[in-house]
């Protein structure tokens, strides 16, 4: 799971990415709203951390945006005020949910994952050749076979290439859906995944066609 955290203060902010990745997270931050508006119109992501006050564009300024391009994705929004008109501003604003600062990070964790069960709850199983992947658990089979143990950038590469079905999907692309932005990816990242995923799901189900990229059979 990708998450995007819009966070101006730094220091939380580290704690934060710190924090999610521990969990299991992909994080990328940024600490501009314009700029994370921008981003948000060309890249998916499964969760917006949105801080309510930045500068320049304000978190409700990055929400309204979001919305008015039909960008569904769930966000939740940190503020530091408890006053009901700032949490009823943010919610009319179209976030999903809200947590006052300061919190706790258990109660965090809570609400993101609340928030990601939501949201991937409506994502359809992707198939391909007897190959199931389910987005809402991260659940692999083959043949009814449950794989374990991939690791998440592995999922996230297979995801990409599922949606993506009968496509060749660029090196550079899945690049990006495997890493954040804080990370400076090795030209030999997928080339080292897709041969892991070939050994767990089958050498012939990945096709490579070189010089463009590869698919999902």
Partial sequence: MRILLVEDDHFLADSLVEALKAEGYFVDWLDDGKLAASLLQIERV?????????????????????RAHSNATPVLLLTACDAIEDKVAGLDAGADDYLTKPFDMDELFARARSLLRRSSAQAPLLHADGLVFDP??????????????????????????????????????????????????????????????????????????????????
């Fill in 46 to 66: 499964d969760l917006v951390i949105l801080d309510q006050r930045l500068p320049g564009w304000s978190g409700l300024d990055v929400l309204r945006q979001m």
């Fill in 136 to 217: 809402a658990s991260r659940c692999v089979t083959v043949d009814d076979t449950v794989v374990t143990d991939l690791t998440n950038k592995e999922l996230a590469i297979l995801e990409s290439l599922l949606r993506s079905r009968g496509r060749f999907v660029t090196k550079s692309r899945l690049l990006e859906s495997s890493s954040t932005l804080a990370e400076e990816p090795e030209s030999n990242t997928i080339e080292v995944y897709i041969s892991r995923l070939r050994k767990r799901l089958g050498r012939d189900r990945i096709e490579t066609l070189r010089g463009v990229g590869y698919r999902i059979k």
